[in-house]
């Protein structure tokens, strides 16, 4: 196979981790943003303070679009690496892993937004918790840490 066409598969893990990352990103801060503005209405509505705080839950899935730039980046340079150096540049596996790793990222993004939505549920009723709710977030988190750290070892 054409080495340049093989760059070119390689690559497109590449743009498939990000892409996929981002989605799982824009449905979890989607999901933590709608309960934070319900909980935000309440408060209003009962004149309680309303605490900003929630944003918190509501940006904490956009650390997986991080996650999937960086494992972005890391495939794109082993590709270059490669091809440059006249070797193999193994498309199907970094095909692979852009498309499982970045489906892996954005079910930890989605079911962070998840989470984040009851918390800002919670806290906003309850004033109270917002260290546990963060701890639950931070479990989830984890899953897409795991998943870049774990590839890029494999890379």
Do not use: H
Not at 20 to 35: E, F, K, P, R, V
Not at 54 to 66: E, H, K, N, R
Not at 127 to 142: C, D, K, R, S
Request: charged letters at 10%; hydrophobic letters at 60%.
């Amino acid at each position: 196979m054409d080495p340049e066409m093989m760059l070119s598969l390689g690559s497109a893990g590449a743009a498939a981790v990000l892409g996929l990352a981002a989605i799982g990103s824009a449905i979890g801060t989607g999901t933590a943003g709608l309960a934070a503005v319900g909980a935000w209405k309440r408060c209003y509505a009962l004149e309680k303070s309303v605490p900003f705080i929630l944003v918190t839950f509501v940006g904490a899935p956009l650390s997986q679009t991080i996650y999937g730039m960086i494992l972005m980046n890391a495939l794109v340079r082993t590709a270059t690496e490669r091809a440059a150096a006249g070797e193999v540049v193994g498309w199907p596996a970094m095909l692979a892993i852009g498309l499982f790793g970045g489906a892996a990222m954005a079910a930890s993004a989605a079911f962070q937004g998840r989470v984040g939505a009851a918390a800002a549920d919670a806290l906003g009723e309850t004033g109270q918790g917002f260290g546990n709710y963060l701890m639950a977030i931070g479990v989830v988190e984890t899953v897409a840490l795991f998943v870049l750290v774990f590839i890029q070892a494999a890379l």
